[in-house]
């Protein structure tokens, strides 16, 4: 399997609901950095998996939705808690959509929040 890696960062705020949660419960911005693998056993005429050109516009694009902004106000957020878990799993999601028409056997998110903590979503793809 060939896999593709490509990383964005933003800062973006959030505050943490529905527990105690300390300073983490109020609004506060995190510097995260969005790490994307791209896995797949097809490689296009050029040997490319997927154009990291069009990988770098979609991450750029989403990256910009979230940047500077509080998360906790976007409608994908709404009624979740913003945690580390659920925004991988969104930002995985928009990136296997906006990648629908590449041959790919998976697409991993792994969003770090700081320079020791991250969580990651994958996405198999079916045959």
Not at 19 to 42: I, Q
Not at 93 to 100: F, I, K, Q, T
Request: aromatic share 10%; with cysteine.
């Amino acid at each position: 399997m060939f896999w593709l890696g490509v990383r964005r960062d933003f800062i973006a705020q959030h505050a943490l609901i529905g527990g105690d949660w300390g300073a983490e419960g109020e609004p506060h911005s995190h510097h995260y950095v969005l790490e994307v693998r791209l896995g797949g056993t097809v490689l296009d005429q050029h040997g490319y998996l997927v154009d990291i050109l069009k990988v770098e516009a979609l991450l750029d694009s989403l990256c910009a939705r979230y940047r500077d902004g509080m998360v906790n106000e976007l409608p994908e957020f709404a009624g979740l808690n913003p945690s580390l878990e659920h925004f991988a799993r969104i930002l995985c999601r928009a990136v296997d959509e906006g990648l629908a028409e590449a041959p790919l056997a998976a697409v991993e998110v792994r969003l770090w929040e700081n320079e020791i903590a991250w969580a990651s979503f994958r996405i198999d793809r079916q045959p």
